[in-house]
């Protein structure tokens, strides 16, 4: 779940994601694996196996895991030097893909979260969005 959201939230092109799960899992067989990455976890399938994207910010991550414990990282930040990279990254994907999201029943209220964000805040999380995909390239 982390790694594919990740990988979503980071724009990786899904064929890559799918080849790296394949390459790092002995277990992975192809014919789950495939549609599991690029239907569900990347939504790079256009919806058919799954009605929205599976996206989600450091919050969710915090309340559904343990993974949180003892990060340095605020998940209820967006920005700053304590804004948990997982939160930053999400709303940016909100805000990247705003208009594809605005009449999508499941995503309206995500966008309307969005929307009611200061555009301060807005630039700011764009920012630091662009900045964390820059340390990842490398």
């Not at 799960?21 to 277990?27: E, G, I, K, P, T």
């Not at 605020?74 to 939160?87: H, I, V």
């Amino acid at each position: 779940m982390v790694t594919g959201l990740f990988a979503l939230l980071l724009g990786v092109e899904p064929k890559r994601v799918h080849e790296w799960y394949l390459a790092v899992y002995v277990d992975a067989v192809e014919w789950v694996e495939l549609p599991n990455v690029l239907g569900m976890s990347q939504f790079a399938d256009g919806g058919f196996m799954g009605s929205k994207p599976y996206i989600a910010s450091g919050k969710y991550i915090q309340r559904m895991s343990n993974y949180c414990t003892g990060c340095r990282y605020d998940p209820e930040l967006a920005s700053g030097p304590r804004a948990c990279p997982f939160t930053t990254l999400y709303w940016d994907f909100i805000g990247r893909h705003e208009a594809l999201f605005d009449q999508h029943p499941r995503l309206k209220p995500q966008v309307m979260n969005w929307q009611r964000k200061k555009p301060e805040q807005q630039q700011a999380i764009q920012r630091e969005a662009i900045t964390l995909k820059a340390l990842l390239s490398r």
